[in-house]
């Protein structure tokens, strides 16, 4: 169940400790009480993105793992486990961002947004969970789409996957710039006015910067 709920993700440690987390060792902490007090849940989290869970059934003083098994059955065992499962989901979306995108330059990328312009990742589509957008807060338009996919979408005959980087350019700019090498033509977007930059280090992470940089001012309306 924790990896459910923590998959493709990672803890943010300021949103821990708001959310209630103590610092114990290298570890973060938090205990609370489930099922009207009759458990007791305690959560760690590793800086690593490790998830353990301790339950104790408060009646006995004993660990109780009942609910962590698909076997068990009964009212009783199945409220416990839902209201484990919810809090988990809970800190799951309080305390942990997303992880999808693990090159490093799309890394770098993400860091750049998110320190120039205040923007994250969305994650819009629940069924297409290796696609994100980057949008202006002013605006409300794209500027940037995040998207794993095969990597012979955009060069034919290739292997693998690979992350691209979606942006917006003028269409002069487009014209001169895709070279179908190392700058493609609009990945599902409008390609005289979009292009594609695979993150795979084959462009320079400056000029992915100052592309994004244009791609974030014609985000106009």
Not at 30 to 48: A, E, M, Q, R, Y
Not at 118 to 135: C, D, H, I, M, Q
Not at 139 to 168: C, F, H, M, S
Request: hydrophobic share 35%; with cysteine.
């Amino acid at each position: 169940m924790e990896t459910l709920a923590f998959k493709n993700k990672i803890p943010n440690i300021k949103k821990l400790l708001d959310f209630g987390f103590i610092k114990v060792q290298n570890k973060y902490q938090f205990k609370t009480d489930i099922l009207n007090g009759d458990f007791s849940l305690t959560v760690t989290v590793s800086k690593g993105g490790e998830i353990i869970t301790k339950t104790i059934d408060k009646s006995t003083d004993e660990i109780y793992t009942l609910h962590l098994t698909n076997l068990s059955s009964g009212a009783y065992v199945g409220k416990l486990k839902e209201e484990y499962e919810n809090f988990l989901n809970k800190i799951s979306d309080k305390c942990f961002d997303m992880d999808v995108f693990k090159s490093p330059h799309s890394k770098e990328a993400i860091k750049y947004v998110q320190e120039k312009y205040k923007s994250e990742p969305e994650f819009l589509w629940e069924k297409f969970t290796n696609n994100a957008v980057l949008r202006r807060k002013d605006t409300n338009k794209w500027y940037g789409i995040l998207i794993i996919l095969p990597k012979n979408k955009i060069i034919p005959n290739a292997k693998g996957q690979v992350e691209i980087l979606d942006l917006r350019a003028e269409p002069n700019t487009v014209i001169e710039i895709t070279d179908n090498k190392k700058i493609f033509p609009g990945y599902h977007m409008n390609k005289k006015h979009w292009i594609t930059i695979p993150l795979d280090g084959s462009v320079p992470i400056d000029e992915i910067f100052s592309l994004l940089d244009t791609s974030y001012k014609l985000a106009t309306k």
